[in-house]
Structure formats: C-alpha cells, structure tokens
C-alpha cells in the first residue's frame, strides 16, 4: 500500500486533461495519497456500511482544506489597509474560490485514487451512481490495513504450549 502511495512514477492525473500542469502540483502526489489514506484511517472501524464520497471529501476538506491541495492554493487575502466587513467578505470569497478549487483538482485525484490502486489493492468497495463514484465502505482487507488490528486473526496457542 504505502509502495503505491509514495510512488512518483506515475500519476492519478494522467488521465485528466482538465487539471493544468499550473494547476496541479506534481510534487504533492505522495502526500496527496498518504491525506486519502488518513482520510479513510479515519473512517469509523466498527461501521461496515456505505460512506458518501461527499462526505468524505468535505470532511478532509475541512481539516486541510485551507493548508494543503495537490494544486495551487489561491493566496489569503490581504488584511492591510481593510475594514473589518471588507476582510469578512474577503474571507468567505477565498473560502469559496478553496472550494471551488478543491472540488476541481483534489476530488477527481481523489476519485482515480480509489477507483484505481486503492480498489485494485481490495481496501475499498465502491459505490456508484449512473457511473459516477458515490460511495465506498472500507473491506475487511480495509479495516485490518488501515486500522492495524485485525478482525480475522485467532490468537496463537502456541504461546501457551510451552512444557
């Protein structure tokens, strides 16, 4: 798993043509996926059922959204020289343009993310609608990878055979 997500060879943006080569910031794959991977770390353990797609991407967008994305982040607006009502709508502008940025470059990565090598690895089972990703519960591979304890291992009685 962690070989696929450190490995800069090749890129979930390949097949995008819409996402420019100024908008997309190579250099952020890996720890674009290593932020997809503790996304889904951070998915209930005990829960087998579906998560929306939607969710899921707000919720790390809203931990990270306004410090990380594999693009460019626009730049904070400047607080010199405004009143306070004109930073407030300035902020919430920026806060709109991030958004909007992120639902543009992060979410279609983080889609090919899950629809290629983290469902070919058999940590996710996905959900779709009309052919679009909805979707996804992690499997039972899922859990045990990315939770680090396994759900399918008995305890070893060799331990206790010592004469």
């Not at 991977?37 to 990270?64: C, K, V, Y």
């Amino acid at each position: 798993m962690f070989g696929f997500a450190i490995n800069e060879s090749w890129s979930e943006n390949a097949e995008e043509k819409t996402i420019s080569r100024w908008d997309y910031n190579s250099s952020y794959t890996a720890s674009n996926r290593m932020g997809l991977l503790t996304t889904l770390m951070a998915l209930p353990r005990h829960d087998p059922g579906f998560f929306a797609l939607s969710d899921i991407e707000q919720a790390w967008f809203n931990h990270a959204g306004e410090v990380y994305s594999a693009g460019n982040i626009p730049p904070t607006p400047s607080e010199y020289n405004r009143t306070p009502a004109q930073i407030k709508s300035d902020r919430q502008q920026w806060q709109t343009s991030l958004r909007n940025h992120w639902l543009t470059i992060d979410v279609p990565l983080m889609v090919r993310a899950l629809t290629t090598w983290v469902y070919a690895l058999g940590l996710v089972e996905l959900g779709f609608t009309q052919n679009t990703l909805t979707a996804l519960r992690l499997t039972k591979l899922g859990h045990e990878v990315l939770h680090g304890k396994s759900t399918t291992a008995s305890p070893s009685t060799s331990a206790n055979t010592h004469p």
